[in-house]
């Protein structure tokens, strides 16, 4: 069985691998990945980052976007969202973003993985699942860089604090809200007591 065959051996459909993943199966790796991207068995998505497409009747399937940044990070510790996201509040948010926005402690920058982009933001602190209370001081830290009426969207996001749980959004507001963040839900809970 030649080289590159026993390589294919090891690979799964539906898997995003890094480079190093693929050297422990092969002695001449850059190589054997050359002939693989070659013969369109995987796909480059990024210098050292490879995806083995999944087949389905419509074609090639794309990767899995949490994989992609997994593997892309080394680490599971991020949360992938979208500005999309603010639109689940019902604030009357009604654009669509074509990016994801990806919290992490390693990587900081504009990164196209598999021609999708993301917008990598380092944070200190970062919940490890989206809630409502996170997503509304989310979307007030991120209000300028929004496409929608600022001063509209603050007027309502006052009266959505008042429907949250209250403690919850106070620790959410004090663990990731920029100053001014801070700020506003202090005056907003402070009414509503």
Do not use: C
């Amino acid at each position: 069985m030649k080289r590159l065959d026993q390589l294919k051996k090891h690979l799964r459909p539906g898997r995003v691998y890094r480079r190093a993943d693929l050297a422990q199966w092969s002695k001449s790796v850059d190589r054997h990945v050359r002939e693989l991207v070659d013969e369109g068995v995987l796909q480059k998505l990024q210098n050292g980052l490879y995806y083995y497409p999944k087949a389905s009747v419509f074609g090639r399937v794309p990767a899995d976007e949490r994989e992609l940044v997994r593997r892309f990070l080394k680490e599971d510790d991020f949360l992938l969202t979208s500005p999309n996201a603010y639109n689940t509040l019902g604030l009357g948010t009604t654009q669509l973003y074509n990016r994801r926005v990806v919290y992490n402690h390693k990587r900081h920058g504009h990164f196209t993985l598999g021609g999708i982009p993301f917008e990598f933001r380092r944070k200190p602190r970062f919940p490890r699942k989206l809630s409502e209370e996170f997503l509304l001081v989310d979307l007030l830290n991120n209000l300028p860089t929004l496409a929608e009426d600022a001063e509209g969207l603050r007027t309502r996001a006052h009266a959505k604090a008042k429907e949250l749980n209250t403690r919850k959004l106070r620790m959410a507001a004090r663990d990731y809200g920029k100053v001014a963040t801070r700020k506003f839900f202090d005056q907003v809970l402070a009414d509503a007591a």
